[in-house]
């Protein structure tokens, strides 16, 4: 009997747990992005075949959101992408609004504080004509300190990897 009474009380007491938890972010997860609002101002880049590119980080909502508008000069500014990041419950997500004309969105799914390392990966995407056209799939930023960090990002196409983007940034505001 005890141990029916223990579980009616396990049972009525999980959906409680189950609703803090879903209402309260992880703290990698807060932490994470928290140093992604952290990124709020001016920076540019040069990509590895010479071009530059200028980022601009916001808090918006209230702070509950970052919103990234990236440029590269050699792409124009007609090809500006944006990439709006933000928690959900436990979860840090990105939308990432794309030249290619679709919206992955991904989830983060390692932050470690000691290297600086932020992983995002594939969740779903609108506005693909296909599961094999060409996506954003991953995204990593590397944060090295005040003034600089560097970002991956993985392009997918026909189920698998085709190119990565890696840039070097650095504060200019």
């Known amino acids: 009997m005890k141990h029916r009474a ?3 009380t396990l049972l009525l007491l999980s959906p409680t ?3 803090s938890a879903a209402n309260n972010p992880n703290s990698d997860a807060a932490t994470a992005f928290s140093r992604l609002k952290s ?3 001016d920076w540019e880049g040069k990509s590895p075949s010479g071009s530059k590119s200028h980022i601009r ?3 918006i909502s209230g702070g509950s959101a970052v919103l990234e508008h990236f440029e590269d000069e050699s792409l124009g500014p007609a090809n500006a992408m944006v ?3 933000y928690l959900d419950g436990g979860h840090l997500l ?3 609004y794309c030249m290619a004309k679709n919206q992955p969105r991904m989830q983060a799914q390692a932050f470690d504080e000691t290297t600086g390392e932020l992983r995002f990966t594939f969740l ?7 599961p094999n056209a060409g996506h954003m799939h991953n995204a990593t930023f590397h944060f090295t300190d005040a003034t600089h960090f560097s970002a991956d990002w993985q392009f997918f196409e026909n189920g698998k990897p085709k190119l990565t983007e890696s840039l070097q ?3 200019v505001q």
């Open 6 to 8: 223990l579980a009616v």
């Open 124 to 130: 779903d995407a609108t506005g693909l004509d296909s």
């Open 57 to 59: 980080y916001e808090v």
């Open 94 to 96: 990105l939308s990432h």
């Open 17 to 19: 747990s189950w609703l």
């Open 83 to 85: 990439t709006v990041y």
């Open 169 to 171: 940034y650095t504060r």
């Open 39 to 41: 990124l709020a101002g």
